[in-house]
């Protein structure tokens, strides 16, 4: 959720539920297939342990309840291939650099990441099943009432699978109330991968501070812009809400 522990010795883990809804087979930003549809449900398992506040390690295993995927068949009509198990393990060391100006504070990134796969490739995989390293970057500030994020991460790949990049650009506002405080957020993320497949994504978060153990986050975001450089599904629709715990 983007909350840390920032202090010495701090760890928290955080369990989310993701639902992921393709409606179209994209070649380019044509629907070569429309209809053909992916529908994925996955429970994401993270954890967070701050060695001191400029220092931590962060795990985040998937697990697929359950994908689906409609693809042609070549005779006109379509097939249905399904996938479900574990997906990679993404293990990462995010140093920090904080600072406090007047009225506004935040903190810059430097990430670096590995992917490890826990499993075997299959004819259909939600999760790349390769071994990857990556680079993050990020700054962020806030004041009393407002919040603001930019981020990018590139990965590589042992395998066949594209290199890519991600980055995301979220703006927030502050809210208390009398038993909780939280944020609103509208967030933004580009994906490129070295095929020419682009998409960007766009929608609203939520994320409440309920009492500074628990915290808790539900965000929507649409494919606004999707251009496939290889043919696959896209024009989807991701949801997400979880819940965590940090001491």
Do not use: C
């Not at 042609?72 to 293990?91: A, H, M, R, V, Y």
């Amino acid at each position: 959720m983007n909350m840390m522990p920032r202090w010495s010795g701090g760890w928290g883990y955080q369990v989310h539920y993701e639902y992921i809804n393709k409606t179209d087979l994209l070649m380019g930003s044509n629907k070569l297939y429309p209809g053909f549809s992916e529908e994925i449900n996955v429970m994401h398992l993270e954890g967070v342990y701050t060695w001191k506040k400029e220092i931590r390690i962060t795990a985040k295993l998937p697990y697929v309840l359950d994908a689906e995927r409609e693809m042609p068949d070549g005779l006109g009509g379509k097939i249905i291939q399904k996938d479900s198990g574990w997906g990679d393990l993404n293990l990462a060391l995010p140093l920090k650099k904080y600072f406090n100006l007047d009225g506004r504070s935040g903190s810059s990134t430097f990430k670096p990441m590995v992917r490890i796969p826990l499993a075997e490739k299959d004819e259909y995989d939600f999760y790349y099943k390769e071994f990857g390293v990556g680079l993050g970057f990020g700054h962020e500030f806030e004041t009393a009432n407002y919040y603001f994020g930019i981020g990018t991460a590139g990965w590589i790949f042992d395998g066949n699978r594209p290199a890519e990049l991600h980055s995301s650009l979220d703006v927030g506002y502050n809210f208390e109330t009398k038993s909780s405080n939280g944020s609103i957020f509208w967030e933004t993320d580009f994906h490129f991968e070295d095929d020419e497949s682009k998409t960007l994504s766009s929608g609203p978060a939520f994320y409440f501070n309920h009492n500074d153990t628990i915290h808790s986050r539900i965000e929507w975001k649409h494919d606004f812009i999707d251009h496939q450089g290889v043919l696959d599904h896209g024009n989807g629709n991701h949801f997400k809400v979880g819940i965590g715990w940090v001491f």
